[in-house]
C-alpha cells in the first residue's frame, strides 16, 4: 500500500508539471511567434515559387529576343536579295514577298509575346516587392515577441527545473516497475492512478468487475481497471 500512496503523491507532482508544460506551451507570446514564423515560411514559399516562374520567363524571353533576332537577320537577307535579283515575273515576285511577310508575320507575334511576358515579369516584380515588405513586417514583429518571449521562457524554465526536481524527488523510493507501469498507463489515460469512487473507476467511471469486486472486499488495497488500465487505489 505504501507504495501505491507514494505514487499518488508523485501522481500529484507529476500532474502539476504537466499542467504548468501545458500552460507553457499556451503562451501567448509563444503562440504569437508561430503564427509569425509560420506565415514568414509561407511568404518564403511564395517568393520562391515567384523565382521560379521568373526564372521560365526570363529563359523564354531570352529565346524569343534571339529569334526575333535571327528572323530580323533573314528579312534583311531576304530584301536585299529581292533589291538585288529583281524577280523576272510576278509570281516569283508574290512569291517572294509572301515569304518576307511571312518572316514579319512570325516577328510580330514573337514580339507580342515578349510584350505580355515584359508586363507579367513587371508584375511578379511588383508582388516580389510586396511579398519582400509584408515578410520584413512580420520579421520585424517576430523579432521584437521573441525578445519578450526568451525572457518570458527564462522565467519559466526555472520554475520548470524546480518542478522536475520535486518530480525526481517524489520519484525516490518508488519501485522504478512501478513507475514504468504508471508511465506506461500514462501514455493512454491521464491521471494513471485513480480513487474508488463508490465502486467506479475513478478515471473513467465504469463499474467494477464481480472478479475486482471480490478482490476489493477481500482486502486488496488497488485493482486494475479492466476498462481503461488505471490503477485503482482502494482507500
Ligand atoms: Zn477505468
Known amino acids: 500500500m505504501q507504495q501505491y500512496e507514494l505514487l499518488w503523491q508523485y501522481q500529484q507532482v507529476d500532474m502539476e508539471l504537466d499542467q504548468?508544460?501545458?500552460?507553457?506551451?499556451?503562451?501567448?507570446?509563444?503562440?504569437?511567434?508561430?503564427?509569425?514564423?509560420?506565415?514568414?515560411?509561407?511568404?518564403?514559399?511564395?517568393l520562391k515559387k515567384i523565382e521560379a516562374d521568373v526564372e521560365i520567363m526570363s529563359d523564354r524571353m531570352e529565346a524569343l529576343a534571339d529569334e526575333i533576332t535571327r528572323l530580323n537577320?533573314?528579312?534583311?537577307?531576304?530584301?536585299?536579295?529581292?533589291?538585288?535579283?529583281?524577280?523576272?515575273?510576278?509570281?516569283?515576285?508574290?512569291k517572294q514577298i509572301a515569304?518576307?511577310?511571312?518572316?514579319?508575320?512570325?516577328?510580330?507575334?514573337?514580339e507580342a509575346e515578349l510584350a505580355k511576358?515584359?508586363?507579367?515579369?513587371?508584375?511578379?516584380?511588383?508582388?516580389?516587392?510586396?511579398?519582400?515588405?509584408?515578410?520584413?513586417?512580420?520579421?520585424?514583429?517576430?523579432?521584437?515577441?521573441?525578445?519578450?518571449?526568451d525572457e518570458e521562457f527564462k522565467e519559466a524554465s526555472v520554475k520548470l527545473e524546480a518542478l522536475?526536481?520535486?518530480?525526481?524527488?517524489?520519484a525516490r523510493g518508488i519501485d522504478p516497475q512501478l513507475l514504468e507501469k504508471y508511465k506506461g498507463i500514462k501514455r493512454h489515460a491521464a491521471m494513471p492512478i485513480t480513487r474508488l469512487r463508490e465502486?467506479?473507476?475513478?478515471?473513467?467511471?465504469?463499474?467494477?468487475?464481480?472478479?475486482?469486486?471480490?478482490?476489493?472486499?477481500?482486502?486488496?488495497?488497488?485493482?486494475?481497471?479492466?476498462?481503461?488500465?488505471?490503477?485503482?487505489l482502494v482507500k
Open 20 to 46: 504548468y508544460e501545458k500552460e507553457m506551451r499556451a503562451s501567448s507570446n509563444r503562440r504569437e511567434l508561430l503564427k509569425h514564423r509560420e506565415f514568414l515560411l509561407e511568404q518564403q514559399n511564395v
Open 73 to 94: 537577320g533573314s528579312v534583311a537577307e531576304a530584301t536585299a536579295n529581292f533589291e538585288a535579283n529583281r524577280p523576272q515575273d510576278l509570281e516569283e515576285a508574290k
Open 99 to 110: 515569304s518576307i511577310q511571312k518572316l514579319l508575320g512570325t516577328i510580330s507575334r514573337y
Open 117 to 149: 511576358l515584359r508586363k507579367d515579369a513587371e508584375a511578379r516584380d511588383r508582388q516580389q516587392r510586396e511579398v519582400r515588405v509584408r515578410a520584413a513586417k512580420a520579421r520585424a514583429e517576430f523579432d521584437r515577441i521573441k525578445v519578450i518571449y
Open 164 to 170: 522536475k526536481k520535486k518530480v525526481a524527488a517524489e
Open 199 to 232: 465502486d467506479r473507476c475513478g478515471g473513467c467511471n465504469m463499474q467494477l468487475s464481480a472478479a475486482d469486486k471480490d478482490k476489493v472486499r477481500s482486502g486488496q488495497p488497488y485493482v486494475e481497471c479492466e476498462n481503461c488500465g488505471r490503477i485503482i
